[in-house]
């Protein structure tokens, strides 16, 4: 059964332009949740999603966005990228919807802002 | 706000030797779960163990178990027979209850362990 897949593994973008990432969950998971990482901050909730719903919103400025297909395949994105955004972004689904689910992660996504 | 916390940025360990990693968090709720999750060089974390907060009983996955202490709002990870592929950083992490028509918060995590496994 193949894991989490996160697209792109590393990118490098200038401050003010946007980026997408992208993320497919193992197959049957309808959740999906993006965080945040870096050394100063650690882990950080981003947002999650559930049947294409977003059911919860962690403490980012709008700039921070995604979506959910009906396929569970996810998106995030960053618009107006500042040097801070540089962090290691993380996904992880999860089979449903209760808190009690294990979560599982993948490999992350790596943005460097210049 | 729900806060973890955990005291030890790094813990050293002999190989076979037992290994404690301390957390503890705050909040107000009385039905939430706790996790340790696992990140090794490779990035991917996996779930090491989960204890949800209404069972007195601590959780135990074959060498891992936890000491949960609800009243002090403690909850640390106890490593035996410590292993070269333990070596990893190890986070603490809480999701309160979900809230009725809505989810639940993500994962707050602390700002993790680095376990280092002397051969």
């Known amino acids: 059964k193949a894991g989490v897949t996160q697209t792109p593994r590393y990118l490098i973008k200038t401050r003010g332009q946007q980026v997408t990432l992208s993320c497919s969950p193992i197959?049957?998971?309808?959740?999906v949740s993006w965080y945040q990482q870096t050394p100063g901050q650690g882990l950080q909730f981003l947002f999650e999603y559930f049947s294409e719903t977003q059911r919860n919103k962690g403490n980012f400025p709008g700039r921070f966005s995604g979506r959910q297909f009906s396929n569970s395949r996810s998106e995030m994105n960053v618009s107006t990228l500042e040097l801070g955004d540089s962090a290691l972004y993380l996904c992880?689904?999860?089979?449903?919807?209760?808190?009690?689910?294990?979560?599982?992660f993948g490999e992350g996504s790596r943005l460097t802002v210049l | 706000a729900q806060t973890v916390t955990q005291s030890q940025p790094e813990m050293s360990v002999q190989e076979a030797e037992t290994v404690t990693l301390s957390c503890t968090y705050d909040?107000?709720?009385?039905?939430?779960?706790l996790f340790w999750y696992k990140q090794p060089p490779s990035r991917q974390m996996i779930l090491v163990i989960r204890q949800e907060a209404y069972k007195q009983q601590n959780a135990t996955e074959n060498r891992f178990s936890v000491n949960f202490q609800k009243a002090a709002k403690s909850f640390s990870l106890k490593i035996s027979d410590s292993q070269l592929g333990d070596a990893a950083m190890y986070f603490c992490a809480y999701r309160g209850p979900t809230v009725l028509g809505g989810g639940a918060d993500g994962l707050t995590f602390g700002k993790g362990t680095h376990l280092i496994i002397q051969p």
């Open positions: 992880a689904s999860s089979l449903g919807a209760s808190n009690t689910g294990e979560l599982f």
């Open positions: 197959s049957g998971h309808r959740s």
């Open positions: 909040t107000s709720e009385s039905d939430y779960y």
